[in-house]
């Protein structure tokens, strides 16, 4: 029996993805050459993936690219908050906001603007201000 449960995600730049991992402090290992790594869950159970986040724990964090390109992001989630220590929701809050700060300066960058200030507010949100010189 399965205890793996899948989080839909709008993530759809792994390379994004990969330098948002690294940011909030993880490592993480790639399938090479269309291999796949394999997630550790409860009881030794193992889920295929095309990127496997270390939690420094037994339980790993997944993430399957799936036709179109978006992301899934998957784990035995009771197994990571008892052994890694955080929960679910924490960890995809923190993925999606950093990955949105990621992927819009990559694209306004893009667009020939630089990014002149970020704050972060006091509701965590996160204000970017960029300007473009013509």
């Known amino acids: 029996m399965s205890h793996f ?28 050459d269309k291999a796949k790594v394999y997630v550790r869950g409860w009881n030794g159970n193992q889920e295929e993936a095309d990127l ?21 992001v ?11 220590g955080f929960k679910q929701e924490e960890f995809m809050q923190k993925l999606r906001q950093r990955y949105a700060y990621n992927k819009v300066s990559s694209e306004v960058k893009k667009q020939g603007f630089t ?15 960029v300007r473009k010189w013509s």
């Open 74 to 84: 998957f784990a035995d989630w009771w197994g990571v908050e008892s052994h890694a």
């Open 5 to 32: 449960t899948k989080v839909d995600t709008k993530i759809n730049d792994l390379v994004c993805l990969k330098k948002t991992i690294e940011e909030l402090g993880y490592k993480y290992t790639e399938g090479k």
């Open 52 to 72: 496997k986040i270390d939690t420094k724990s037994s339980y790993d964090i997944g993430v399957k690219v799936k036709d179109g390109g978006m992301c899934e």
């Open 115 to 129: 990014l002149v200030e970020d704050k972060v507010e006091e509701d965590q949100t996160i204000k970017l201000v």
